[in-house]
């Protein structure tokens, strides 16, 4: 049981260390000043696909070593779970399509209230949360309709992870867009959804 939670453990950190070193601003300025422009529409489905491929180790290993189950939820309760699940993996395609400036390597790497960082434009599932991917990558892991031990210490690590991932996020974008992102925090819950929608000040 143990060397298959150290297993894990060891593929989740190895995931977490490349998703993170692909994410840092150093690594971003290198990948911009060796491709320039071409960067800006790279970067993102390369990251993603990295993400896809790195995770993919972990996913096998806890496969092979699931642990000793701890509950599994019956119906029609599991079914509400699942439903839920599919809720949040249609909230990440969303959230892309509806802020896709927050993502720009230019923006992100340009100086402070520049013309290059762009306005917030805040619109779409961003009025009501400011971090759909944290809020959707929860939803989707404790909403699994059955739990054993290795998923358990693996979804605990993970969300330590995307909290810590989620603050490291949004200092970036104060920096990026100053008081318009700090006003927007008085008004936004990160994690919770608002029951009404949030309009941007003119």
Same mark, same amino acid.
């Given at each position: ?6 297993? @894990? ?16 601003? #150093? ?11 071409? &960067?800006? *529409? ?8 990295? &993400? ?6 972990? +996913? ?25 699940? /599919? /809720? ?5 395609? =969303?959230?892309? =399509? ?8 230019? &923006?992100?790497?340009?100086? #402070? ?8 434009? !805040? ?5 009501? !949360? =400011?971090? #759909? ?5 929860? +939803? !989707?892991?404790?909403?699994? #309709?059955?739990?054993?031990?290795? @998923?358990? +210490?693996?979804?605990? @690590? *993970?969300?330590?992870?995307? /909290? !810590? ?8 974008? +104060? ?12 008004? /936004? ?14």
């Amino acid at each position: 049981m143990f060397a298959s939670i150290f297993i @894990l453990v060891l593929c989740l950190a190895g995931f977490a260390f490349i998703h993170s070193l692909l994410a840092s601003l #150093p690594v971003k300025r290198f990948i911009r000043r060796s491709l320039g422009s071409k &960067a800006d *529409t790279l970067y993102m489905p390369v990251y993603n696909l990295i &993400a896809v491929i790195t995770i993919i180790p972990l +996913v096998y290993v806890l496969y092979k070593y699931p642990g000793e189950f701890l509950y599994v939820i019956p119906s029609p309760w599991r079914w509400l779970m699942v439903a839920g699940q /599919v /809720v949040a993996f249609i909230v990440g395609p =969303r959230a892309l =399509r509806d802020a896709p400036h927050r993502f720009k390597l230019r &923006a992100q790497l340009s100086a #402070p209230n520049s013309p290059e960082a762009g306005h917030l434009d !805040i619109h779409g599932i961003y009025r009501w !949360i =400011r971090d #759909p991917f944290l809020f959707s990558g929860l +939803v !989707i892991m404790w909403l699994t #309709p059955f739990m054993t031990t290795n @998923l358990l +210490v693996i979804y605990i @690590l *993970t969300t330590v992870y995307l /909290v !810590i991932g989620s603050l490291h996020w949004e200092s970036r974008l +104060v920096a990026q867009f100053g008081d318009q992102y700090r006003d927007y925090q008085k008004h /936004v819950h990160r994690i919770i959804p608002r029951l009404k929608p949030y309009y941007e000040k003119e």
